[in-house]
């Protein structure tokens, strides 16, 4: 029986992967690998476990830091000219899931809490949003408990930029009715 889908030998795993990691931004692990692969039901978990040391092993990947992977040179090269050989439809899929991951990476990198426990058994928050020219605001809050602090990164983490668009518009509204 023929197997439907992208996938139908280890080749085919690889030339996926050199397609992705030449899309990626940021160094990915063997997960992150598979997730962005994983656009045809033929691939597995165990697929892409098998081919990373091998793409590893004959310089198209090289590890980096935290067993995570990023393209070579000669791995940007052989993906340039294996990357037709992909399906469309994988090949849009694929590249709409890494520019979905490099959008999320990017941002994580302005984002970023730090909870700090204190002396009398509370927490301090601390919460910076940055952008490609440095900060644009550090903001600390206190926490009644561990509980509490977790929650306020994680929100932070998700509205940061409409904490700082209200802050802004807050403080700035006063001046904007003075100057009239």
């Known amino acids: 029986m ?9 080749m ?14 940021y ?6 690998i598979y997730e962005l692969c994983y656009q045809d039901d033929c ?26 992977y990023e393209i070579t040179e000669k791995g940007r090269q052989d993906g340039e000219l ?5 399906a469309f439809t994988v090949k849009q899929r694929a590249e709409n899931a890494v520019a979905r991951f490099n ?4 941002r994580q990198s302005f984002v970023k809490t730090q909870i700090i426990p204190r002396e009398n058994e509370d927490f301090s ?20 408990n561990q509980r509490q602090a977790v929650r306020l990164c994680k ?11 209200m802050t802004m518009t807050v403080l700035l509204e006063d001046e904007e009715s003075e100057e009239k």
């Open 12 to 25: 085919d795993v690889k030339v996926l992967i050199l397609f992705v990691a030449a899309r990626s931004s």
């Open 155 to 165: 929100l932070f983490e998700q509205k940061a930029e409409m904490v700082y668009n």
């Open 82 to 86: 294996t990357a037709d050989s992909i």
């Open 103 to 106: 959008r999320q990476l990017r």
């Open 43 to 68: 691939l597995s978990y165990f697929d892409v476990c098998t081919a990373i040391p091998e793409m590893v092993a004959s310089g198209h990947l090289q590890q980096v830091e935290d067993d995570k």
């Open 125 to 144: 928050v601390m919460m910076s949003l940055d952008d490609e020219m440095g900060n644009l605001m550090t903001l600390e809050l206190l926490a009644p």
């Open 27 to 32: 160094p990915m692990s063997t997960q992150e």
């Open 2 to 10: 023929q197997r439907l889908g992208f996938i139908h030998d280890m």
